[in-house]
């Protein structure tokens, strides 16, 4: 048992769990029965959630490239969920050959995948750990191992804080974590949101998932961004976040807001 009495030494496959079932909708292979079914009956409760995923992957790609593209070298992903392609490592490689990134996830479906995956890829490592434990994280050996905390760091919270309660008090690990980051690092951050569409359907799916899902407000999300700047154009619905292109048809439903902003302080 880990932190909160969280399950992290064993692999749970009788709930559907938000990392499977990601992978599930983006077309992945590491996915269970319970997590078929949730992620069926999230399509049928909001039939853009798979455009949104995949808006919610090249939102992360714009912004790696952005951050990178300024001279960031090392990267912290919380909530990394399940080995992708490109994942944010090679994204982030095509810009600088020499970036850093560990990956940090509460599931061990992830990390085995993850090691497996990534066992060859230098400085890249994977973490076990509970965002709902920020300083956990920060503190951990295989973090520090990378991650050099006296330089800018990219700090990527995709689609990771919607599953964190009020109750856990998202906005504190938030401050938590930025207060380990120096100056010229930043914040990369994707989050659900009702504000476009109904979706209480789709998060009482995740009811019996290994964690809710909490729906927030532009305003609510936005107060994530306390003690960084965010940079233009602002917090945005994913598609319209810096686009390289049209915009994929549907892109008005889709229930994500994500936005990058810079510590200065
Ligand atoms: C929807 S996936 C997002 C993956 C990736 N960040 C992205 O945006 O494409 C959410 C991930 O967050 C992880 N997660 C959920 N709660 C977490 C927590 N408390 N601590 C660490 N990871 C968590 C899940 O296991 C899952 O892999």
């Given at each position: 048992?880990g932190q909160?009495?969280?399950?992290t030494d064993?692999?749970?496959?009788s709930r559907?769990?938000?990392a499977?079932?990601?992978?599930?909708?983006l077309?992945?292979?590491?996915?269970?029965?319970v997590?078929?079914?949730a992620?069926?009956?999230?399509?049928?409760?909001?039939?853009e959630?798979?455009?949104?995923?995949?808006?919610?992957?090249?939102?992360?790609?714009?912004?790696?490239?952005?951050v990178?593209g300024?001279?960031?070298s090392q990267?912290?992903?919380i909530?990394c969920?399940?080995?992708t392609?490109p994942?944010?490592h090679e994204t982030?490689?095509q810009?600088?050959p020499d970036?850093?990134?560990v990956?940090?996830?509460?599931d061990?479906i992830?990390?085995?995948?993850?090691?497996?995956l990534?066992g060859r890829a230098?400085a890249?490592g994977?973490?076990?750990?509970?965002?709902?434990?920020?300083l956990?994280?920060?503190?951990?050996?295989?973090?520090?191992?990378v991650?050099?905390f006296?330089e800018?760091?990219?700090?990527?919270?995709?689609?990771?804080?919607?599953?964190?309660?009020?109750a856990?008090?998202?906005?504190q690990?938030?401050?938590?974590?930025?207060?380990?980051l120096?100056?010229?690092?930043?914040?990369?951050?994707?989050?659900?949101t009702?504000?476009f569409?109904?979706?209480?359907?789709?998060?009482?799916?995740?009811?019996?998932?290994t964690?809710?899902?909490?729906?927030r407000?532009r305003?609510?999300?936005?107060?994530?961004?306390?003690?960084?700047?965010?940079?233009?154009?602002?917090?945005?619905q994913i598609p319209f976040?810096?686009p390289d292109g049209?915009?994929?048809?549907?892109?008005e439903?889709i229930?994500?807001?994500?936005?990058v902003a810079?510590?200065?302080?």
């Amino acid at each position: 048992m880990g932190q909160d009495g969280l399950r992290t030494d064993g692999i749970d496959t009788s709930r559907p769990h938000p990392a499977r079932i990601y992978d599930y909708l983006l077309g992945g292979k590491d996915h269970f029965e319970v997590d078929r079914q949730a992620g069926e009956e999230l399509a049928a409760a909001a039939p853009e959630v798979r455009a949104g995923l995949r808006a919610n992957r090249a939102f992360l790609g714009r912004a790696v490239r952005h951050v990178i593209g300024t001279g960031v070298s090392q990267i912290l992903d919380i909530g990394c969920g399940l080995p992708t392609s490109p994942d944010v490592h090679e994204t982030a490689r095509q810009q600088a050959p020499d970036v850093r990134v560990v990956y940090v996830d509460n599931d061990p479906i992830v990390k085995a995948q993850g090691d497996a995956l990534l066992g060859r890829a230098g400085a890249t490592g994977i973490v076990l750990a509970d965002l709902r434990d920020p300083l956990a994280v920060v503190g951990h050996p295989d973090v520090h191992r990378v991650i050099d905390f006296d330089e800018p760091v990219a700090l990527l919270l995709g689609a990771v804080l919607h599953f964190i309660t009020d109750a856990k008090n998202p906005a504190q690990i938030v401050a938590t974590l930025r207060d380990a980051l120096p100056a010229g690092s930043f914040l990369v951050l994707s989050h659900a949101t009702g504000d476009f569409a109904d979706r209480s359907r789709a998060q009482s799916v995740y009811n019996r998932a290994t964690a809710t899902l909490n729906l927030r407000s532009r305003v609510e999300v936005e107060r994530f961004f306390a003690g960084f700047d965010l940079l233009e154009p602002g917090l945005a619905q994913i598609p319209f976040w810096r686009p390289d292109g049209p915009p994929p048809a549907g892109s008005e439903a889709i229930g994500f807001y994500g936005g990058v902003a810079r510590r200065t302080g």
